[in-house]
């Protein structure tokens, strides 16, 4: 009998993605969406262990609405603080992995060279901090089946992102000004999706270190190096894209400069790291165009 997978947030962008890996390998998954489980709740969580009995949770469930989380921290942390709390506690007592996905929001942002996974935290916005929290809970609880996967700047084909706002925003707008001030790894969903899986089987087998992996793409970029990319690969004008600065789009949430992130904690578990962005994006194109031109 294959080990049971509960995918949280499997309506979501990355959910759908780590789904459709499951099933490509012929895993035995349970999708849960925020209408079928509400990760917060112990009772509801509860409910869907004794129903399901998952082996391994991959919690990509979160508050992602960076802005809106310094006016509603609270509400905020339930979801990216108490929700991993009560996933890893239901883990603790069934004996299950947990992945926990978080994000490159819980350091400062302030580095000149690439995070390790072990650096200090310092978040600087409430979105960081309910996330960082969500990360203590997970690695608290549950020492040994425990692991949190930092991600940033994802698109995928199954939601909104920057890469499907700039393949609208290309057709309609003579130039655009792009931020050049922020640096970080444009990451793929389906390549995340690939990881997770993988660090789950890992993690199953007993040959993956439970704690703390970076889930970006190799190489960096700004956002501005990004969108011009991207109008490359449709065949537009990169010219058209025009540099500027963070203050030219102040945001109630501070924007960490440099984002990137290390990725030398794959070795442990005999897994490699995500491929180069420029590689993820080309193979992503004609998915992503697709989804967002119809």
Known sequence: MSPVWLVTGAGGMLGRDVLAKLAAEGGDAVAADRAALDIADPAAVAAA??????????????????????????????????????????????????????????????????????????????????????????????????????????????????????????????????????RGQPTWTVDLADRLVALGRAALAGDAPAGVYHGTSGGETTWFGFTREIFRLLGADPERVRPTTSEAFVRPAPRPAYSVLGHDRWSAAGIAPVRDWHEALAEAFPALVAAERG
């Open 49 to 182: 262990f004794a129903e399901h009995r998952p082996a391994v949770v991959v919690n990509c469930a979160a508050w992602t609405a960076v802005d809106d989380a310094e006016s509603q921290e609270e509400a905020a942390l339930r979801v990216n603080g108490t929700g991993p709390a009560v996933l890893a506690e239901a883990c603790r007592e069934h004996g299950a992995v947990l992945l926990q996905v978080s994000t490159d929001y819980v350091f400062a942002g302030d580095a000149d060279k690439p995070y390790a996974e072990d650096e200090a935290t310092a978040p600087r916005s409430a979105y960081g901090r309910t996330k960082l929290a969500g990360e203590r809970a997970v690695l608290e609880t549950l020492p040994e089946t425990g692991y949190v996967v930092r991600t940033a700047w994802l698109y995928g084909a199954g939601g909104g992102n920057f890469v499907r706002t700039m393949i609208k925003l290309e057709g309609v707008k003579e130039t655009l000004d792009v931020v050049d001030d922020q």
